[in-house]
């Protein structure tokens, strides 16, 4: 299943503001057909409607890895590693917010990554786990 919001977006050509869906959660064992958008990191592509500039949204994506039981926070601005603590702490602030989540997050592998190198390789080697 794929989770969506809606964003207000400047486009870089004409400076107008609008608002586009953009992808916020992705489980992969529900919605497979996405792989290929967020391994060419263009998963978050907006339309300008005034224009019609056509851009990509570097953005977060939480993608969930099941049946790995593996989280990934894919966010290309989180390039440091207390930037990447930061997350982690937000994800733990979460998960101890009661007893089930805590459960759940406990057996919860949890990654921040900002490399699209990296994030790629773990979507192709849970496509060959799973296809």
Do not use: W
Request: aromatic share 6%; with cysteine.
């Amino acid at each position: 299943m794929t989770r969506t919001s809606i964003t207000e977006v400047k486009c870089e050509k004409c400076k107008t503001v609008y608002e586009a869906e953009v992808i916020d959660h992705v489980d992969l064992s529900e919605d497979r057909e996405i792989i290929k958008l967020l391994k060419t990191g263009k998963a978050n592509r907006v339309q300008c409607s005034k224009c019609k500039k056509v851009m990509y949204l570097n953005r977060s994506i939480v993608v969930n890895f099941d049946p790995e039981s593996c989280i990934v926070l894919f966010d290309p601005k989180a390039r440091t590693n207390a930037q990447k603590e930061a997350l982690k702490e937000d994800y733990h602030n979460v998960i101890t917010f009661n007893e089930i989540l805590q459960e759940v997050g406990e057996e919860t592998e949890f990654t921040v990554l900002s490399n699209l190198g990296k994030f790629k390789d773990l979507l192709d080697a849970y496509m060959k786990a799973h296809s």
